[in-house]
């Protein structure tokens, strides 16, 4: 069976698993089917076709597409889509692990994921290998939903996460595939050969120009929430320290105050 129907098969299936657990779940709801298909979607858009063809052979910049949809956006949907009825019997147990797991082992499997795969030798051999393609693509697909799960999946397993520990725990996350893309933007020379001895490549770009352009748009892509996210933890903090001044202001007013 080659890669692709492989993917396809093992897609449906998953889908065919969620949508018989989804009907017998008190606790889901259509948005949850929806986000389910929506993340599978995205999986096949991302993993086979043609981005994946251009991201495989001619660009870097399809292949950023990819990272992004396969790390961020499918995980997204799917962490979204898993309620505790959903998992059934396991619910307890998924719980559990995700109580003790600690925090930072989700970004330590991110950077592993993610660096280690953008190793040039890595990168190559999934270029030319298919199945080491769809490992590749496993593995994203797989840390994406463990990062997730913390600040996105159903509150039974996120208890933890909150607040300015959120924003630190994502800001963790956006720096660590943000620091990639620097690296590919400002790299002195074209690091994956694949790319450099493609016949053609997308928009006429050079190896280089092409992946520096990737890598500028992986960092974009990561830094930008990072700073409307900061944005409005500050704005938050603002209008907090001006209710507790107000707070001792009309303390001060009321009689028998002094």
């Known amino acids: 069976m080659s890669a692709t129907w492989f993917l396809l098969a093992a897609v449906l299936a998953a889908a065919a698993s969620y949508g018989v657990r989804w009907r017998q ?41 990819v990272l992004i949809l396969l790390i961020h956006v499918a995980p997204l949907l799917m962490v979204r889509a898993i309620t505790p009825g959903v998992l059934g019997r396991r619910a307890p147990a998924f719980a559990s692990l995700a109580e003790r797991t600690p925090l ?19 990168f190559d051999a999934a270029a030319g290998n298919p199945l080491l393609a769809a490992l590749q693509h496993a593995s994203f697909l797989l840390v994406g939903f463990i990062v997730w799960l913390p600040v996105a999946g159903d509150p039974a397993w996120r208890r933890r996460l909150r607040g300015i520990a959120a924003f630190l725990y994502m800001t963790a996350d956006e720096l ?65 320290d001006e209710a507790e001044l107000q707070a001792e202001e009309r303390g001060m007013e009321e009689p028998g105050a002094q």
């Open 25 to 65: 779940a008190a606790d889901a709801r259509g948005w949850h089917l929806v986000a389910f298909g929506a993340g599978a979607a995205v999986v096949l858009v991302a993993a086979q076709g043609p981005l994946y063809r251009l991201a495989e052979t001619r660009s870097a910049v399809a292949h950023v597409a």
């Open 176 to 240: 660590i595939l943000g620091a990639l893309g620097i690296v590919l933007t400002w790299a002195p020379r074209p690091l994956y050969d694949v790319y450099v001895n493609a016949p053609r490549r997308l928009w006429g770009l050079d190896a280089g120009t092409d992946q520096t352009v990737a890598g500028a748009a992986l960092t974009v892509v990561e830094e930008a929430p990072m700073a409307v996210a900061l944005a409005v933890v500050f704005i938050r903090m603002l209008e907090r």
């Open 104 to 122: 930072f082992v989700p970004l330590v499997l991110l950077a592993a994921v993610a660096y280690g795969w953008h190793v040039p030798a890595a």
